[in-house]
Structure formats: structure tokens, C-alpha cells
């Protein structure tokens, strides 16, 4: 795979055909770092926190790694402004969570809820040799290995792929390994739809496809 976005890398190619990654150049990784989370700017790929339970998808991860210890660092870049977030957000607002403290039951332990609180947890970090462009499809390459995205999110930077950097529907379908354009087609028409419909999809409550009948 392109260390720097994730695509297929193709045999024998000297470049990504989607990020355009020399893959004879520099390694992606600069350096490894422990920092505080709130050093670090959010970029191309801010998660919405009202996505449906991603509180509690933030709880457990942080009630995960502060028993376990965080076993997979988050990517970052540097920019003039210092470290900007390219994935790992879930990662990210975990630790944050950590620093200031929450209330459940030990995974292991079991009984009562029990405040559990670190003020000085940092959070593991690797700075990788990443434009703007390639952290933005190496986020999105991460959501789609875990299934980590709403419609409405994965529709948006679609959009962004399309508006800000060209690509037409058959490399974004191409870029997400779909077999043809239909669902690349069909949340483009979703971003067409009212606000009110949309936040529906966004958080569970309406399906992309009952959404696209009823309008």
C-alpha cells in the first residue's frame, strides 16, 4: 500500500496514482513524540462530535487505553502553526478525556463506577512526511478500514475530493474500492438534500437510502 495515503500501490509504479507519493522517497515518518493533546490543531479531517454515540465511543476508548495504555499512535503533520492532527481523533479526544477525568466501571475489575483521571497523560504521536492532500486521503483511508464514518461525513469529503482537488466520481470510486459509481452517485445527492434531512442521516436515525426516496 502508499505509506502516505493507503491506496493499492500498483507493482513496478515509481508514484501513487491518487496521492501522487513518490514511493522512492523520503520515509513518511519524521519522528515520534509524546505530547499533549491539546498541542495539537485538528485538520483536514475533523470528526463531527455529535456524530450518534460517539461519546461513548470516546469513553471507551479512553477507559481502553487507561488501563491498557495506548497501543497504536496517532499520525500527525507539521505546519508553521506546529502538530496538525491526520489520524487518530478518536485516539486524540480519548486522551483528552483521560486529562480531565471520567466515571465508569473498571473493564477488568467490574463493581461500582470509579472516577478515573490522569492530568498528565500525554498522548503518543508520529509526525509523517504528509501534504496537506495526502493526510486528508490518509484519514479517509483510515475511516474506511474502520468503518468509522456516517454517510453524511463520508459524502462530504467525497465532495472535497471532487471540489478541492478534481478527481472525478470514477477515481473516487476507485479511491474507496467500489465496484462501480452508484453509492458515490447517490451521496452526492445527498448532499443536495435539506440540512434537517441530512443531520437525520448523520445520526442513525434515517436511512441514506429511505432519505433519497422520500425527498
Same mark, same amino acid.
Given at each position: 500500500?502508499?505509506?502516505?495515503?493507503?491506496?493499492?500501490?500498483?507493482?513496478?509504479?515509481?508514484?501513487?496514482?491518487?496521492?501522487?507519493?513518490?514511493?522512492?522517497?523520503?520515509?513518511?515518518?519524521?519522528?515520534?513524540?509524546?505530547?499533549?493533546?491539546?498541542?495539537?490543531?485538528?485538520?483536514?479531517?475533523?470528526?463531527?462530535?455529535?456524530?450518534?454515540?460517539?461519546?461513548?465511543?470516546?469513553?471507551?476508548?479512553?477507559?481502553?487505553?487507561?488501563?491498557?495504555?495506548?497501543?497504536?499512535?496517532?499520525?500527525?503533520?507539521?505546519?508553521?502553526?506546529?502538530?496538525?492532527?491526520?489520524?487518530?481523533?478518536?485516539?486524540?479526544?480519548?486522551?483528552?478525556?483521560?486529562?480531565?477525568?471520567?466515571?465508569?466501571?473498571?473493564?477488568?475489575?467490574?463493581?461500582?463506577?470509579?472516577?478515573?483521571?490522569?492530568?498528565?497523560?500525554?498522548?503518543?504521536?508520529?509526525?509523517? =512526511?504528509? !501534504?496537506?492532500?495526502?493526510?486528508?486521503?490518509?484519514?479517509? %483511508?483510515?475511516?474506511?478500514?474502520? #468503518?468509522? /464514518?456516517?454517510? $453524511?461525513?463520508?459524502?462530504?469529503?467525497?465532495?472535497?475530493?471532487?471540489?478541492?482537488?478534481?478527481?472525478?466520481?470514477?477515481?473516487?470510486?476507485?479511491?474507496? =474500492?467500489? !465496484?462501480?459509481?452508484?453509492?458515490?452517485?447517490?451521496?452526492? %445527492?445527498?448532499?443536495?438534500?435539506? #440540512?434537517? /434531512?441530512?443531520? $437525520?442521516?448523520?445520526?442513525?436515525?434515517?436511512?441514506?437510502?429511505?432519505?433519497?426516496?422520500?425527498?
Amino acid at each position: 500500500k502508499c505509506p502516505a495515503c493507503g491506496a493499492i500501490r500498483a507493482e513496478g509504479a515509481a508514484t501513487c496514482p491518487d496521492c501522487g507519493f513518490e514511493y522512492g522517497g523520503p520515509p513518511p515518518v519524521i519522528e515520534s513524540l509524546s505530547v499533549d493533546p491539546a498541542t495539537i490543531r485538528e485538520g483536514e479531517n475533523s470528526r463531527c462530535v455529535a456524530e450518534a454515540n460517539y461519546l461513548d465511543t470516546v469513553q471507551a476508548r479512553a477507559l481502553d487505553i487507561f488501563v491498557n495504555g495506548q497501543i497504536a499512535p496517532c499520525e500527525c503533520r507539521r505546519d508553521e502553526t506546529g502538530l496538525v492532527l491526520v489520524s487518530g481523533f478518536t485516539r486524540k479526544a480519548a486522551v483528552e478525556l483521560i486529562r480531565t477525568g471520567f466515571t465508569a466501571v473498571h473493564p477488568i475489575n467490574g463493581g461500582e463506577p470509579q472516577f478515573f483521571c490522569d492530568p498528565s497523560r500525554l498522548l503518543r504521536v508520529q509526525v509523517v =512526511n504528509v !501534504t496537506p492532500e495526502q493526510a486528508f486521503l490518509r484519514g479517509i %483511508k483510515e475511516n474506511i478500514e474502520r #468503518k468509522d /464514518t456516517t454517510d $453524511l461525513q463520508e459524502a462530504e469529503a467525497q465532495n472535497k475530493l471532487r471540489m478541492d482537488m478534481g478527481w472525478s466520481d470514477t477515481r473516487i470510486a476507485r479511491f474507496y =474500492n467500489y !465496484t462501480n459509481q452508484n453509492r458515490v452517485m447517490a451521496l452526492k %445527492k445527498l448532499l443536495d438534500l435539506d #440540512k434537517a /434531512t441530512q443531520r $437525520l442521516v448523520h445520526e442513525g436515525k434515517l436511512s441514506l437510502s429511505a432519505a433519497l426516496i422520500t425527498s
